[in-house]
T-cell receptor, first 113, second 115 residues
C-alpha cells in the first residue's frame, strides 16, 4: 500500500560514478520534492516540481540533477558523487498549494566509497 | 535566515508524561502552513499534524496537539501521555503559500521517552 516508493533503499556507489535514485507515487500529486538529509540534520530541500515546472534551490550543487518524465516518477541524478554526498535522500509528494502535508517515501541511503 | 527554529536538540521525558516540543518560525507571508513530522530511527518521515495560519482553533490529532500562537510565531507540538514508541526525531516544518510549494524543515528535536 506504499504510496511513495523509493528505490533502492540502500545504494552504494563509487566516488565519481554517476548514480540515479528513483521515486514513484500512486497519489497523482502535483508536487514532488527531493530532500537530502545528513546524519542528525534537518532534511534539506534540493529541488521540487510542480507538475513539470522545475524549481531548483539556489544552493543545490550543479552535481545534482532531476528529471520528472511523468506525474508518477521522479529521478535524482548525481553526476559525480563525492564523499560529502553520502546521505539519506528523501522523496516526497503533495497535492499542491494549500495546507496539504507532504507524503514521504522511505528514503534511499546513499553510501559513496 | 533561518525560518524554522527548534531550540531543543534533545529531550528526555518519563513515560506517560506530557511533552512539549518548541517551534518558532519566521515569515512575512499572511498565508502559510505549519507541520510536524516524526522520524524514527528507521528514517521514514511520518506526518503528525498540520496548522494553517488562518485556522482559529489549535489542531489536534489523537495524542498530538499543536499550540499555535500566531502573534508569537510559535507552533509547539504537545504530546500527551507519552509512550516508549514516541522516541524519535521530531521536525517542525513550514510552507509559505507565496513560495512555490516549498516545505522547509527545522533542525529537529530528538525525544527520548524513559520507561
Amino acid at each position: 500500500d506504499a504510496m511513495v516508493i523509493q528505490n533502492p533503499r540502500y545504494q552504494v556507489t563509487q566516488f565519481g560514478k554517476p548514480v540515479t535514485l528513483s521515486c514513484s507515487q500512486t497519489l497523482n500529486h502535483n508536487v514532488m520534492y527531493w530532500y537530502q538529509q545528513k546524519s542528525s540534520q534537518a532534511p534539506k530541500l534540493l529541488f521540487h516540481y510542480y507538475d513539470k515546472d522545475f524549481n531548483n534551490e539556489a544552493d543545490t550543487p550543479d552535481n545534482f540533477q532531476s528529471r520528472r518524465p511523468n506525474t508518477s516518477f521522479c529521478f535524482l541524478d548525481i553526476r559525480s558523487p563525492g564523499l560529502g554526498d553520502a546521505a539519506m535522500y528523501l522523496c516526497a509528494t503533495s497535492r499542491g498549494r494549500g495546507g496539504d502535508e507532504a507524503f514521504f517515501g522511505q528514503g534511499t541511503r546513499l553510501t559513496v566509497v | 535566515a533561518q525560518k524554522i527554529t527548534q531550540t531543543q536538540p534533545g529531550m528526555f521525558v518519563q513515560e506517560k508524561e506530557a511533552v512539549t516540543l518548541d517551534c518558532t518560525y519566521d515569515t512575512s507571508d499572511q498565508s502559510y502552513g505549519l507541520f510536524w513530522y516524526k522520524q524514527p530511527s528507521s528514517g521514514e518521515m511520518i506526518f503528525l499534524i498540520y496548522q494553517g495560519s488562518y485556522d482559529e482553533q489549535n489542531a489536534t490529532e489523537g495524542r498530538y496537539s499543536l499550540n499555535f500562537q500566531k502573534a508569537r510565531k510559535s507552533a509547539n507540538l504537545v504530546i500527551s501521555a507519552s509512550q516508549l514508541g514516541d522516541s524519535a526525531m521530531y521536525f517542525c516544518a513550514m510552507r509559505e503559500m507565496s513560495t512555490d510549494d516549498k516545505i522547509i524543515f527545522g533542525k529537529g528535536t530528538r525525544l527520548h521517552i524513559l520507561p
